[in-house]
């Protein structure tokens, strides 16, 4: 049913053009390759432990072995920018497939990338087993649940290809769920979307201490139902980081700060120093004080979800030189592609280097950086040459019925 005038006018109080774009928010583009790299360097912990180098300066250490909390991070930011990017659109349902073409167009070609890295890998060992069909048919299975976006759900899909690609699966579910949730959200006043967002973070909270006493029960139950067991037990141990349901919560604080923001921005835009010391400043307490003290099940399913409002707060209307240099905003539009490419491209490195150099173990700090150089190039790569080519294509081949206006406005 489409939406009264008056009902936009609730949304958008300062314009007087509904179908206007929204202002870029550079400053939040650049943030997301600082994230992303944290979350790169948490991946190389194993690593650098095998090879005795654990002393990390702090407080380097502190961000860098909390790193999974990048993705926390990135699950709050999804939806904060989904509502600001379609404030204009998806009031009427008819936009939802241009919505999800360009989501779909996004994030697919460089997620295929990702997946295309790691099938080398696992096919060897596939053939390797002991089993050798069984686990070719079960890479099969895998393979099909991961092309298809579903390996999320399943703890013994979850991890088993290209590992970070668990949280586009858990996205994807996020996607469809957005446009409803939006419309929604967007009927209520900020009074009860307040209230939501607390009943939401309340139960991300209980979620995480019921996870941390029963770690596996969900995803035992799950397994067991579907007579599909994981080959590794701590990929049940930990898939409440992965199952979709459980990070909802996440995203729709996320989107409930959207709209936050656009129906307050002027006040937040005045109070946007303090937003971000009260961010800064509650981060590095946790960090740094609080977390080596709470379970790992309570720091990531959402326990730190109002700092991470704050910090979009404090930055969004940010003018920053630093924040908004045009390099720094290339590199956030690569951190998509440095999070999806960045755990294949250790694999072949590290792999190929065992059988030719060896050098990870001779020389690992200057192997650790050569790896962080390719996986950072190889991300502008990606974007350059693979991801924003396909997306062109995607969008002109999925959407020529749908009004190019409406395609544009879907994919900011």
């Known amino acids: 049913m489409p939406v009264s005038g008056s009902f936009r006018l609730q949304l958008h109080p300062a314009s007087s053009d509904a179908g206007a774009k929204p202002d870029a928010l550079p400053a939040l583009t650049t943030i997301r390759f600082a994230f992303a790299f944290v979350v790169v360097l948490f991946h190389l912990i194993p690593f650098m432990h095998s090879i005795g180098y654990v002393g990390l300066p702090e407080p380097l250490r502190a961000i860098v072995y909390h790193g999974y909390l990048g993705v926390d991070f990135f699950f709050v930011l999804s939806g904060f920018i989904l509502v600001y990017s379609c404030q204009h659109t998806l009031f009427d349902p008819s936009a939802d497939r241009a919505f999800w073409v360009a989501r779909f167009a996004r994030l697919y070609p460089g997620y295929c990338v990702g997946l ?227 755990a294949p491209i250790w694999m072949l490195m590290s792999r190929a280097d065992l059988h030719f150099g060896k050098l990870q173990w001779s020389h690992p700090v200057a192997f650790t950086l050569a790896y962080l150089v390719v996986a950072i190039v190889a991300s502008l790569l990606s974007l350059m040459l693979v991801e924003a080519p396909a997306r062109r294509w995607l969008r002109h081949t999925l959407t020529k019925r749908e009004p190019r206006s409406r395609l544009a406005e879907a994919q900011r």
């Open 116 to 342: 295309a890295l790691s099938m080398p890998l696992a096919l060897y060992a596939a053939f390797l087993a002991e089993d050798r069909p069984a686990a070719l048919r079960e890479l099969g299975l895998i393979s099909l649940l991961t092309a298809f976006l579903l390996h999320a759900w399943l703890p013994a899909a979850a991890l088993a290809l290209n590992g970070p690609a668990w949280s586009v699966s858990t996205e994807t579910f996020f996607y469809s769920t957005f446009p409803r949730v939006f419309r929604a959200m967007a009927r209520q006043s900020t009074l009860a979307l307040s209230g939501f967002a607390l009943g939401l973070y309340l139960l991300a909270v209980m979620l995480g201490q019921y996870f941390w006493l029963y770690p596996a029960d969900l995803a035992n139950a799950l397994s067991d139902t579907l007579r599909f067991q994981p080959r590794y037990p701590e990929s049940s141990d930990i898939f409440y980081m992965y199952f979709p349901l459980v990070r909802w919560p996440e995203f729709l604080i996320g989107c409930v700060a959207g709209f936050v923001f656009i129906r307050h921005r002027a006040l937040i835009a005045a109070a946007r120093s303090v937003c971000l010391a009260l961010a800064l400043g509650g981060l590095g307490l946790v960090l740094y004080g609080v977390a080596h003290h709470l379970p790992q099940s309570t720091l990531s399913n959402g326990l730190l979800a109002p700092l991470v409002v704050l910090l979009l707060f404090g930055l969004a209307d940010s003018r920053s030189p630093v924040l908004c240099h045009p390099l720094g905003r290339k590199l956030g539009e690569a951190s998509y592609a440095l999070y999806i490419l960045h």
